[in-house]
């Protein structure tokens, strides 16, 4: 009994989560078939015909690409600008701690909401933010349905929603720093910069490498901002691979074609989050270890 | 540190106020846009003062819509209801899932333990689309598709990770000699496991089961494939009503703020348990 008994605790648990696994492997299998919901007599057993494919396809090396730009943009952006912040209200005051709940809320709007909203603020008839583009004279300005700056627009909802995240998580890191460093360099007169330099940016920087690749693998299969916003458009401006496999999947119902996609982009993110859990388990280690 | 200058405080200030501006601004406006009517809305230059009304919450909440091609049905308040139902009842079934195995993977170490709990956060990696759509194909045949049933499974996707792995960091910070103390003065496993760990866990619980309400309620693609009409939540029955009420613009703001309020309220009034959920779930476990 006593031996069985962990086993018992996470049966249940585990019996829920092989439902969702089976899916997982079906869609392996899936990415091996000509299968296309609309000619059900061509279904057939072609191997890793779907992903050869692609390697001589512009549309999913377009994929390639424009995930992977979108990707490193938005977490680059909000990597910079949630540091930024974090050290800004660093010092537990309570303006700052105000402050710093008040930008949860970004966060804690559904993203397909987000991305509503800026609809509505970025519209070219009414919206707000057109207006004030307007007055800055961009006075055609068309956001997310001009392929020039439907990447920007979709970025700045992206950023609006998630630098919070890495904002909270690097705030949190900052004031657990040890107090001791800060103090002796004080004393000693040090410059600010070669403090934030050589003390406080390595002490911080596992906290920064869990938040950015926490946020890089999601932003690689982000979904509903762009979604919501231009579904993939205008043209194929921002078909990213989630979007891509879903009209794939729903709009050509090419089903072999969409589960080869994915399987990619799985590949990519396993990679992403083999790193990330290593890092993690350090973290986790120190964090347990060293309190 | 205590030897900041005025200058230095006005900078910061400055700066503290320009970012909350940006990410504050969006909801504000929002909120201003449902108290509008189209023809305030379409002012230019558009300004503040406008005579406010109730009129797009009223048509939501009475489910008629008055638009110019004239009067429309729409099942808002459905949206939302699904939403409420769809969210607590997974984010309570993850908690009778997740925490006798968030304690088992804390307090034992047992083969295949490790493996399982990783396999569980793998998932919070994985493509949802990957499983999503076989699964629309399976759930067409075992009649799932637009169930509640369906989409609650489904949803322990998003729940039952999370809760796992913030829980078992709340057990693994228990130490087992108190629990130990009292299963030695003859209580049994379970009533040491009910009366002792889980009152202990008892902070790290209200923050995992609070964020997976949070991100139950904010998700979007699973409905998306697997729910039609009748049973989506508001982050996709918003979508589509968009391109229902056409150019009722109040109205649209009003559906956004009706959806967005109960999060962001949530948010608002634990947000010590949020932020110790979001840091203690990303960085400690």
Redesign the interface.
């Known amino acids: 009994m006593r031996?069985a008994?962990?086993?018992l605790?996470?049966l249940?648990?585990?019996l829920?989560?092989i439902?969702?696994?089976?899916?997982?492997f079906?869609?392996v299998y899936?990415s091996l078939l000509r299968f296309r919901l609309n000619l059900p007599a061509m279904k057939g057993f072609i191997w890793f015909d779907n992903y050869i494919n692609f390697l001589s396809d512009a549309a999913f090396w377009n994929t390639v690409k424009i995930s992977l730009v979108y990707a490193g943009l938005t977490v680059g952006v909000e990597l910079l600008l949630g540091l930024g912040?974090a050290l800004?209200?660093q010092?537990p005051t309570r303006f700052?701690n105000i402050?710093?709940?008040?930008?949860?809320?970004?966060l804690?709007?559904?993203?397909?909401?987000?991305a509503?909203?800026?609809k509505?603020?970025t519209?070219p008839?009414?919206g707000?933010l057109s207006?004030f583009v307007s007055l800055l004279g961009f006075h055609d300005f068309k956001w997310a349905s001009d392929p020039s700056t439907a990447l920007f627009t979709v970025t700045l909802v992206d950023v609006?929603v998630y630098?919070?995240?890495i904002m909270?998580?690097l705030l949190?890191?900052l004031r657990s720093l040890p107090k001791a460093p800060?103090e002796a360099a004080?004393l000693d007169g040090v410059p600010r910069s070669f403090v934030f330099f050589r003390i406080t940016l390595p002490m911080l920087l596992p906290?920064i490498i869990?938040?950015s690749l926490?946020r890089l693998?999601d932003s690689i299969?982000q979904?509903?901002i762009v979604?919501?916003m231009t579904q993939g458009g205008p043209g194929d401006r921002l078909m990213v691979?989630?979007v891509q496999?879903?009209l794939e999947?729903f709009q050509y119902t090419n089903?072999g074609r969409?589960?080869a996609l994915?399987?990619v982009?799985?590949a990519i993110?396993?990679l992403?989050?083999n790193i990330?859990?290593k890092q993690?388990l350090k973290?986790?280690e120190r964090?347990?270890g060293g309190a | 540190m205590d030897h900041t200058s005025t200058l230095e405080r006005v900078i910061r200030g400055a700066l503290i106020t320009c970012v909350l501006v940006f990410f504050l601004f969006p909801i504000f406006w929002i909120v201003l846009m449902s108290f509008q009517t189209n023809e305030t809305i379409l002012r230019i230059p558009p300004s503040i003062v406008f005579e406010p009304t109730l009129s797009n919450y009223s048509a939501l909440i009475t489910g008629k819509l008055e638009t110019t091609a004239g009067n429309l049905d729409i099942a808002f308040m459905r949206n939302l209801w699904n939403s409420f139902f769809l969210s607590a009842a997974s984010v309570l079934i993850a908690l009778a899932l997740g925490i006798p195995a968030a304690y088992a993977f804390a307090r034992f170490r047992f083969r295949l333990g490790e493996d399982i709990a990783f396999t569980l956060l793998s998932f919070r990696f994985a493509p949802p689309l990957l499983v999503l759509l076989p699964l629309s194909l399976y759930f067409k045949q075992l009649g799932l598709t637009n169930t509640y049933i369906g989409l609650i499974w489904v949803y322990q996707l998003i729940c039952l990770p999370l809760i796992l792995w913030i829980v078992r960091g709340y057990f693994e910070d228990i130490s087992p000699d108190i629990e130990h103390a009292y299963r030695i003065s003859g209580n049994s496993w379970l009533k040491t496991f009910w009366k002792i760990a889980v009152p202990l866990a008892k902070p790290g619980i209200a923050a995992a089961g609070l964020l997976a309400f949070i991100f139950a309620w904010n998700n979007f693609v699973f409905a998306l494939i697997l729910a039609s009409a009748d049973k989506q939540p508001v982050t996709v029955g918003a979508l589509a009503f968009v391109t229902a009420s056409g150019i009722q613009y109040g109205q649209i703001a009003a559906a956004i703020v009706l959806s967005i309020a109960p999060t962001l309220a949530l948010a608002l009034y634990a947000q010590r348990y949020l932020v110790e959920g979001l840091s203690l779930g990303a960085v400690k476990g």
């Open positions: 031996r008994l962990p086993y605790l996470s249940p648990a585990l829920v989560c439902g969702i696994l089976i899916p997982f079906t869609a899936y912040i800004l209200l010092k700052n402050a710093s709940i008040l930008l949860l809320l970004p804690m709007t559904a993203p397909a909401l987000a509503l909203m800026w509505l603020m519209n008839n009414f707000i207006y609006w630098t919070p995240f909270i998580l949190a890191g800060f004080a906290y869990t938040a926490f693998l299969q979904f509903d979604y919501s691979f989630q496999s879903y999947f089903v969409s589960a994915l399987i982009l799985w993110t396993y992403l989050s990330f859990i993690w973290l986790r964090a347990h």
